[in-house]
């Protein structure tokens, strides 16, 4: 009675035919414009009706209702959506994303995935290698930056609170003396540094954000200030948190200065690397994370400049040791017993129980892109940023306001009447780009400044299409102030 609705060696004529109609819809609906522009109010009113309805409609009209949600997104792969760290996926990731789900490995456990697990570790231990780390360290797949993020501060705080008080918070919760304990970094480093703090019972009033230098990027002699200071104060450095390339800018720490302040200070060394990490693997650009082998625990993302489908990250630990202040048992999933057998359970290592084979997305598309061409594109989308800010730069109605390092681009639209306010006008200028359907651009406020942003993450695009994108933006921004002297 119910075969049919699942994959096995039966029904794999059934799951070609739905697999082939889905793909056919997808191909057929996918929007040929950044995004339709439709606002909240009316995407909701497209999907009225029974989320669950007695009986099946069929799959031709639950086919059409799919197709909304499709003509309705945003075009990833579009030249002119270039706002956030959002990548276009590779074909063979999504075809790798389709046997994950087909399979549907659960990561906990051996016996619920035992290739998945092996081929992850495998995975983890490269990737480790690549970054220098050394022969103890080890990792773990995870949700994205937010949460590889999350792990390494909590670790931080678990090891700094065991060897400054000799007691374990996994156990005991935090002690009395936590509210003493600090995280450093660049006031542009990501707001999860904050949230995660809040969350592991610390507040966000533990985090010391640092002013960056003009490239926006921690300067060393001010986090030895800090350090100081906080000696003075009687407060203890948990981590340091270096960036290697920040949201806004693409900006990298000197990571490399400032892991020898982090030793000499007994703080954990914290390298969110979700963006940057890809860079290990250019050339070209590698020597900008010098000093990221001296991280305590990194943030890498595949989901952003590796061109992987939503989620796929990893976090990795200098000394695999520490994962012990996450490490639980439990009888029915990984009981001891099965660590003196030598069956590896990832869940010891993992916030998450039941977790996605998210290691096979990257792994096969290594092995089909190989690394020159990795690398190629890599480069590709960083000379991309720089054309565009050269194009900003010589624009006398457009205003860069970093030198890109990534593939990061922020700057402003100019208004030539003194009378429009610049911030007012920017901020209205993405939005209506948004609501038109011509472009999704970032938008980010830099020391009071509303501004504009391009993320260049889609290695296929041309720099005549940015420079085209570069002109509709002006083009848009003359239409409204022409739009603002009528009124």
């Known amino acids: ?192 540094v904050e949230k995660s703090a809040a969350q592991l019972g610390l507040g966000t009033q533990a985090v010391v954000r640092i002013p960056t230098d003009e490239s926006f990027r921690l300067r060393p002699e001010m986090v030895s200030s800090a350090l100081k200071e906080l000696r003075r104060n009687n407060l203890i450095p948990m981590a340091i948190v270096g960036t290697a390339g920040t949201t806004d800018f693409g900006s990298i720490d000197p990571l490399s200065e400032i892991a020898p302040l982090a030793r000499d200070a007994a703080a954990w060394f914290h390298v969110d690397a979700a963006y940057g990490s890809a860079l290990l693997f250019s050339a070209r650009h590698r020597d900008l994370l010098k000093g990221i082998e001296s991280a305590d625990s990194i943030s890498v993302d595949f989901h952003k400049l590796f061109w992987q489908p939503i989620s796929c990250a990893a976090f990795l630990l200098r000394d695999r040791s520490q994962f012990q202040y996450v490490k639980m048992n439990a009888d029915y999933l990984n009981p001891e017993v099965h660590e003196e057998m030598g069956i590896p359970n990832l869940v010891t290592r993992s916030f998450a129980t039941t977790r996605r084979f998210d290691a096979l997305k990257p792994w096969v598309s290594f092995q089909a892109l190989g690394r020159k061409k990795l690398a190629q594109m890599i480069d590709a989308t960083i000379d991309l940023a720089s054309h565009a800010a050269i194009f900003i730069r010589n624009h006398e109605q457009l205003e860069l306001i970093n030198e890109p390092v990534l593939g990061c681009v922020v700057f402003r639209y100019r208004p030539a009447s003194t009378a429009i306010e610049p911030n007012a006008l920017n901020a209205q200028l993405r939005q209506r780009l948004f609501e038109e359907g011509l472009a999704v651009v970032g938008h980010t406020i830099v020391r009071g400044r509303q501004c ?27 239409q409204m102030e022409q739009d603002y002297f009528r009124s």
């Open 1 to 192: 009675m119910f075969e049919s609705e699942f994959l096995t060696a039966a029904t794999s004529r059934t799951y070609r035919n739905v697999m082939s109609a889905a793909i056919e819809l997808l191909c057929r609906a996918l929007p040929a414009q950044p995004y339709r522009g439709e606002d909240p109010a009316r995407l909701a009113s497209l999907f009225d009706g029974e989320v669950l309805p007695e009986t099946s409609g069929g799959l031709d009209n639950l086919w059409g209702r799919v197709e909304k949600v499709i003509s309705n997104s945003v075009t990833v792969t579009h030249p002119n959506t270039i706002a956030h760290l959002h990548c276009p996926p590779l074909i063979v990731a999504q075809a790798a994303e389709l046997v994950i789900s087909a399979l549907n490995q659960s990561m906990d456990s051996f016996d619920q995935a035992p290739a998945a697990t092996v081929l992850e570790e495998k995975v983890v231990a490269w990737l480790c290698r690549q970054v220098g780390l050394g022969t103890q360290a080890d990792g773990v797949f995870t949700s994205g930056g937010t949460q590889s993020n999350h792990m390494g501060l909590l670790l931080a705080r678990d090891c700094c609170v065991q060897k400054n008080w000799n007691h374990s918070v996994q156990s005991q919760g935090l002690p009395a003396q936590a509210h003493r304990l600090r995280i450093l970094c660049s006031d542009v480093a990501h707001f999860t």
């Open 452 to 478: 504009l942003k391009l993320t260049c993450m889609n290695p296929t695009v041309s720099r005549a299409q940015t420079e085209d994108l570069l002109r509709l933006i002006v083009k848009q921004g003359k």
